[in-house]
């Protein structure tokens, strides 16, 4: 039976259990989740549209972040929840390629984000003379919209080769289309052009993190190099958040993508595609926002100002 084709119409999402509990548990939990997510990116975006003097290319930046996040959560939960609520599993053919598609062109433009904000701090720090030519309205609205048009190459290429596998099941253990879990049902070697595909996107992207990697050994030792700890401190307050971030989603999408995935459904997948899926859209506004002042104090004009 593994190597026998069928014709998949549709995809059974098995990653939670059928009992009551779990899928109660399973719609408050992801529906409180979401629902975080969207509030403290809309108020991201919002605050720095608002507020003029965060019209800068790291708070530019940080927007675009926080859209990427905002897509890249809205693609699998909101279909979890209607799932649970609806007691079904099922997710049709082509809402699966949509899913990947999309999931993909969010993940990978916010990962050539990063490394264009990883870019904007070493300028700052390293090269701060230069900033405002080098980082000028048009030189960052490039580097943004070629960060998107990378993710929608990648997602184009990968989600075309991706549907040319041919599937000996239609049972996924996972609670959205997970691409480990794809290649799990296909038949025999029908997946290998995918496998090679995802292979060459993830040395591209061990490539692109150690340039990340070598523009931080850079701004550290400049940051180092600083006399006044008030220097210091402005420097660090804008960098660490970044790494965190970048550190967060690499670990938890390597995690993801290069363990070995089990045939039956487990916990331990169902955590791990949690982890990377979900967290980061969560964490990212909290982690730039608790050590940064000037987006902090424009939150609470804008709070203000919204609610006098």
């Given at each position: ?244 971030v970048i550190s967060l989603y690499f670990i938890s999408g390597s995690f993801a993508y290069l363990k070995p995935v ?47």
């Amino acid at each position: 039976m593994r190597n026998q084709s069928v014709i998949v119409t549709e995809f059974l999402l098995n990653g939670f259990s059928d009992t009551q509990e779990l899928q109660t548990f399973h719609l408050i939990a992801f529906l409180l989740i979401y629902l975080m997510a969207l509030v403290e990116n809309f108020l991201i975006i919002t605050v720095v549209i608002y507020s003029h003097h965060l019209h800068k290319p790291m708070y530019f930046f940080l927007a675009n972040l926080a859209l990427q996040d905002l897509g890249s959560i809205s693609v699998s939960v909101p279909k979890s929840i209607t799932n649970a609520l609806m007691d079904t599993k099922t997710i049709s053919y082509n809402g699966c390629i949509c899913q990947i598609f999309f999931f993909f062109f969010f993940t990978v433009s916010h990962f050539f984000l990063l490394g264009i904000m990883a870019y904007d701090r070493y300028i700052a720090i390293c090269n701060p003379l230069r900033y405002e030519t080098l980082m000028n309205i048009k030189a960052c609205t490039l580097m943004a919209n070629s960060a998107w048009m990378g993710g929608l190459v990648y997602s184009t290429v990968y989600t075309g080769t991706t549907f040319t596998i041919e599937f000996c099941s239609n049972h996924i253990g996972q609670f959205f289309c997970e691409i480990p879990h794809l290649f799990n049902i296909a038949c025999s070697d029908s997946y290998m052009i995918a496998f090679w595909v995802i292979s060459v996107g993830c040395s591209m992207a061990f490539v692109y993190l150690a340039l990340i990697i070598c523009s931080y050994v850079q701004i550290f030792r400049v940051a180092l190099r600083i006399p006044s700890s008030q220097g210091k401190q402005k420097a660090f307050s804008t960098c660490l958040p970044h790494l965190i971030v970048i550190s967060l989603y690499f670990i938890s999408g390597s995690f993801a993508y290069l363990k070995p995935v089990s045939r039956s459904p487990s916990t331990t997948d169902l955590v791990v595609s949690m982890f990377y899926c979900m967290l980061p859209p969560v964490m990212n506004p909290l982690i730039y926002s608790i050590r940064n002042k000037e987006l902090k104090v424009a939150f609470w004009k804008f709070t203000a100002n919204l609610f006098p």
